[in-house]
């Protein structure tokens, strides 16, 4: 057993114990399959036991007839390397058979339990760790033989990502098996608070077709030590529906997400809405919106990649009147070193991320800008308008407040330098006093009494 194992999985295998009744059960105790080439270097698979009842005497009629099989404590080690390759044996490809003679003998299974079951996953290139504990699956045979209907359930799933450890609770599921589909019913899921519901249907026949409809609740504060930046506050209830569909060589869907109210520390977002179609090769942002701030933002896009690289994208960016003073208080918790009403539109398309690939166009306005320091009262600036411009590696910004009219140009390099030169265009000396306390403010915060 052992040596026709390993020559199908090309790596070490060790079975304990073998006992029972050759006419009616058997079991078979320690099953280990080697992570990679010898058991020294690690485990795959490790099988406390299997349990095995059947007829031998249904042999008669050309069927082998197993009433049972229980499988218990499971453990699976799965590993991603940093070159996002999976520690799965492949398979040794088994001796081709005549097709024109067809056997008439048959294997007929009624019952499958899974007892105890573990599973953890580890992804080297972005550390993160999956531990499914406390499986159990029970796998039932309809009136048909070739029909099945079963359950399974999870203890736990627990995830470190980012440094950060979760864990998920009350894992269950309900399915159907027949020779045409699998149905999948009543999925749940929770994480603290949140729940997700799912249910999907694949049809396994000539054209293979999957439905799935997922349904979230999400409470934001769950998941608030996985955002990139983690916030001391972070709350809100996300509704999120999914649903994928189509032909499995072609997969598409859609998300569905609605956000009425979110805190992010002190700043108020309302309506935060978005919906985004996929296929296995595009991304399409039909919408992201918020108010927040006496403004809002809306933003839309597309992706697309070929190979599984990025091979080109486009987006649109719209900002209408947002308070800068009241969104960086909000975050923050302090006074703002500028202030003003920030309205802009930006179009963003290229074909790779990194310099010298991105197109940008658009321009920003604020109005009612003044510079903010303390013990010092805020200096005016006024209505500031500015033209972006940026077309591989050459950048143009064209900067208008009153008479003063900054132009930069310039170049990003590959490696990301940047070169610019400017022109400075004021026409009179009390737009050269203004523009010269301004250039210091900004430069020296902290500095109370400027030069003259």
């Known amino acids: 057993m052992e040596s026709k194992l390993e020559e199908r999985l090309g790596r070490e295998v060790s079975v304990g114990r073998v006992s029972g009744n050759v006419f009616k059960n058997i079991r078979i105790a320690d099953v280990s399959i080697a992570k990679e080439d010898k058991l020294s270097d690690g485990e795959f698979v490790n099988i406390a036991c299997i349990k095995a009842e059947y007829s031998l005497f249904s042999l008669l009629r050309w069927n082998f007839v197993v009433k049972s099989i229980e499988i218990i404590r499971p453990q699976i080690w799965l590993e991603r390397n940093e070159e996002g390759k999976l520690n799965i044996p492949e398979m040794a490809a088994a001796e081709e058979k005549d097709e024109e003679k067809t056997s008439r003998f048959s294997v007929l299974v009624s019952n499958i339990d899974i007892f105890s ?47 950060v450890s979760k864990t998920m609770s009350d894992a269950k599921a309900s399915f159907d098996m027949s020779e045409g589909s699998i149905v999948l019913s009543d999925f749940q899921l929770r994480l603290g608070q949140s729940h997700l519901q799912a249910s999907a249907e694949v049809s396994t026949g000539d054209v293979r077709k999957i439905y799935a409809e997922i349904k979230s609740r999400l409470f934001l504060e769950d998941i608030k030590e996985f955002v990139a930046t983690p916030a001391p506050r972070l709350d809100g209830i996300a509704d999120i529906y999914v649903v994928i569909s189509d032909e499995t ?22 309506n935060v809405d978005a919906e985004v179609k996929f296929t296995p090769n595009t991304i399409h942002l039909t919408y992201l919106s918020a108010e927040l701030a006496e403004g809002g933002v809306r933003i839309s896009g597309e992706a697309q990649r070929d190979n599984g690289q990025l091979s080109r994208y ?13 969104i960086m208080a909000g975050l923050n918790g302090a006074d703002a070193p500028v202030s003003g009403n920030l309205s802009c539109q930006f179009s963003v398309k290229g074909t790779e991320l990194r310099p010298g690939k991105v197109d940008i166009d658009g321009h920003l306005s604020m109005l009612d800008t003044q510079l903010n320091r303390q013990e010092s009262s805020p200096m005016a ?43 400075l265009d004021v026409p009179d000396v009390e737009e050269i006093a203004l523009s010269h306390d301004l250039l210091y403010r900004i430069a020296y915060p902290d500095v109370r009494k400027f030069p003259s």
């Open 117 to 163: 079951g573990t599973v953890m996953f580890e992804d080297k290139g972005s550390s993160t760790h999956l531990a499914i504990i406390g499986i159990e699956s029970k796998l039932k045979g309809k009136s048909s033989i070739t029909e099945y209907s079963g359950e399974i359930s999870v203890q736990d799933i627990g995830i470190t990502a980012r440094g």
């Open 381 to 423: 600036i006024g209505d500031v308008e500015a033209k972006l411009s940026v077309k591989g590696e050459a950048i143009a910004l064209d900067i208008f407040r009153g008479k003063t009219h900054v132009d930069l140009k310039g170049t990003l390099n590959k490696d990301g330098k940047l070169d610019l030169h400017t022109e």
């Open 314 to 326: 486009d987006a649109e960016l719209k900002v209408d009147n947002l308070n800068i003073a009241e």
């Open 249 to 270: 060589a072609d997969i598409g869907g859609a998300c569905m997400l609605s956000i009425p109210i979110m805190n992010v520390n002190d700043l108020e977002i309302r």
